[in-house]
């Protein structure tokens, strides 16, 4: 579970979000930490693209700097994996897309070509034709007729039915959620196979059952739902030999190299396992790994590979390739475990209801770490918060492991500015506690959102799992749920008990000033006018506020005040607030534990989907004035290997890239192991 990049507008505007030699000479060279870093790439439609540095690099040995790159190499081996998952055309379209790119020699000075450049990078950040966040497909600013001419010119080929998708309606949406559509018939998602439809996909994991009903198998993971020569439905597994077995070849081959150069014996019995998985495709195995990966908690490297969230099928099935390598931030990380050793405090005085409690908190982790290469689900656009695994008997046998992105926060931070929080903050004080303590407040959310959030809380003895129960809900009320623990504990002297904070009533107002003009106003200008919420964690950030904004009208806990034509949120009670964060958090709690789909699908549909256009509409144009993008993204540093004349490695060098095209086409020479269609 993935607290994802809010941060493009949060953090970032202090609201709380050819041949060697050629590429060699293309590159700024950098040390991993630099004081006078150019951490801004290039910014386009709604996207800026930003670097991030690699602070501690220099202290890593050369056999944990080889482990990194392995893991790296093993990270990017699969990016095309993804693509073909977000869209069954997509590897295609992107091969197009780039040779137009690397070969047209017409006029780029056009109104045309400029859109052209824009649309393909867009596409870029998006791993795929549709927008990374909202899913809507992204149409492009030019003709039908100049793109016609455009392959023309580069002698491009691409199917006419592929070329007319980009302009017209049809797959409209990667992940639709409205289920009059038809969950499956509505969603582009390359998850399943044509024909196949939501009765058919529960009807057949119906009959999937694991061998000890209390470690139930994460059944659809890794493997695409289709009907096959004799109509029956089966499943084409993703696994070295079958699906994707290409990329996933290379996968392997990239980890037996980390394998061999672990820190540790866990930490290689780990990958070993994950190896195996990749080979088998087999979910026992998956789950062997999952704890084997839990419980290597030694050592300064660690890394998250494979399918892993199901944000993006609308079924919550089948879980999205991605990779993120990650080197262990010492000073920060020493912090900030104070709160996982405080995991089960945190749990016993929640508002739970004591059935819902843990008795006993297992094995929770946190670090901060310095992230040092993303792939797949994770890049462009990347969380700041990871905590995992994701099944909930693992987390309750075995614990799990929490991480804040340290230096991806960082980045944010340095490329943001204040101006957008002066437009939509109330008022002056708001501007000033936000300014003074909303970066901690973000941190301490974002850890105890991971940490004590999604670690907390348990489901009723013979309750299925959220996916089964609560369905295309299960993600926007876990991450909800998750949300409402750190918003409760933001605002609890226990923070300042604790060290963490010098004034914890201040750093509360700050988060919940925050929250609250997010969830309620600023997140908004994401969304085109008359647009639904469609994605898990912006769904989840208005039901939360709506319903307390709601609730707490009877005592004008928020007040909502129009001045000089401009809407601005009040809260006049934070003790109140706080109180209605736990009611809601106690309700979230006894609707996983019991797997109440009703009131699930209640709380999500009349609070966290329909936007108020009225609204909508001042905030988009009060967003006019602001260059800043709404969404951040980045490019990776790359790790370059230095070797003797053995061939062996001897050290490395990180490089930054200059541009975001660069990177693009660089990934696709050197990563494309799949073909067009899968």
């Not at 930003?50 to 202290?59: D, I």
């Not at 299925?464 to 009320?477: D, F, Q, R, V, W």
Request: with cysteine.
């Amino acid at each position: 579970m993935k607290l994802k990049t809010i941060a493009g507008i949060f953090l970032a505007s202090a609201f709380l979000v050819s041949c060697n030699k050629e590429k060699e000479e293309s590159k700024d060279v950098a040390s991993a930490e630099t004081t006078d870093f150019q951490y801004e790439v290039e910014q386009f439609a709604d996207i800026k693209v930003l670097r991030y540095q690699v602070p501690g690099w220099e202290k890593l040995t050369l056999k944990e700097q080889k482990l990194v790159y392995y893991l790296t190499q093993a990270g990017m081996a699969g990016r095309d994996i993804h693509w073909d998952q977000n869209y069954k055309h997509n590897l295609k379209i992107r091969k197009a897309l780039e040779n137009i790119y690397q070969n047209y020699n017409g006029d780029k000075t056009s109104a045309d070509w400029k859109n052209f450049e824009i649309y393909l990078k867009r596409v870029w950040f998006s791993n795929g034709i549709h927008h990374h966040y909202s899913s809507d497909k992204i149409k492009p600013d030019f003709s039908k007729d100049y793109f016609t001419k455009l392959l023309s010119d580069t002698k491009t080929t691409l199917a006419p039915e592929v070329v007319d998708v980009l302009f017209n309606d049809k797959d409209a949406k990667k992940v639709n959620l409205d289920e009059s559509k038809g969950l499956l018939a509505g969603s582009a998602v390359n998850f399943y196979g044509e024909g196949i439809t939501d009765n058919d996909a529960e009807a057949y994991y119906k009959t999937k059952k694991s061998p000890d009903a209390t470690k139930p198998y994460s059944f659809g993971l890794n493997s695409k739902l289709v009907r096959n020569a004799s109509g029956q439905i089966e499943e084409k597994v993703w696994k070295s030999g079958g699906m994707y077995g290409p990329a996933i070849d290379k996968i392997v081959y990239w980890l037996e190299l980390a394998q061999g150069v672990a820190e540790n014996k866990k930490q290689g019995d780990a990958i070993g396992l994950l190896i195996k998985f990749y080979k088998t495709g087999d979910l026992k195995t998956w789950d062997d790994y999952n704890i084997a990966w839990t419980e290597a908690t030694e050592g300064n490297i660690d890394y998250i590979n494979g399918f892993i969230e199901v944000y993006n099928d609308p079924l919550g099935y089948r879980g999205s390739y991605e990779s993120v390598v990650q080197i262990k931030d010492f000073d920060m990380s020493k912090k900030m475990e104070v709160i996982s050793n405080n995991a089960q405090w945190f749990e016993d005085n929640s508002p739970l209801m004591p059935a819902h409690k843990k008795k006993n908190v297992v094995g929770v982790s946190y670090k901060v770490v310095v992230v040092a290469g993303e792939s797949g689900d994770s890049s462009p656009s990347t969380p700041i918060g990871v905590n995992l695994p994701n099944a909930d008997w693992i987390r309750a046998e075995h614990g799990s492991k929490s991480v804040s992105l340290g230096n991806i926060v960082d980045s944010y931070n340095h490329a943001g500015g204040t101006d957008r929080l002066k437009e939509f903050a109330n008022d002056k004080e708001e501007i000033e506690l936000e300014e003074k303590y909303g970066e901690i407040a973000d941190k301490l959310h974002t850890a105890l959102h991971e940490v004590v959030g999604h670690a907390s809380g348990q489901i009723n003895r013979g309750v299925g799992t959220p996916k089964e129960t609560l369905k295309s809900y299960a993600s926007t009320l876990e991450e909800g749920r998750a949300d409402l623990v750190g918003l409760f504990y933001l605002y609890n002297p226990k923070l300042q008990e604790l060290g963490l904070v010098d004034d914890w009533k201040k750093v509360g107002t700050a988060a919940y000033d925050g929250y609250i003009r997010n969830g309620l106003m600023t997140q908004l200008i994401r969304l085109e006018q008359g647009a639904d919420i469609e994605e898990a964690h912006m769904r989840n950030r208005q039901w939360v506020s709506a319903w307390v904004f709601e609730k707490g009208k009877k005592d004008n806990v928020i007040e909502k005040i129009t001045r000089d034509g401009k809407t601005y949120f009040n809260i006049t009670n934070y003790q109140k607030l706080h109180e209605l964060f736990g009611q809601l958090l106690k309700e979230t709690q006894r609707i996983k534990s019991e797997g109440d789909f009703v009131a699930g699908k209640a709380l999500v549909e009349n609070y966290g989907v329909k936007v108020d256009q009225k609204l909508h509409k001042e905030i988009l144009e009060r967003n006019k004035q602001f260059k800043l993008a709404p969404y951040s993204g980045f490019v990776n540093p790359d790790l370059v290997p230095k070797t003797n004349d053995k061939g062996e490695i001897t050290s490395f060098e990180i490089t930054q890239p200059k541009t975001f095209a660069e990177q693009m086409l660089y990934y696709s020479k050197t990563y494309g192991f799949l073909p067009e269609e899968n």
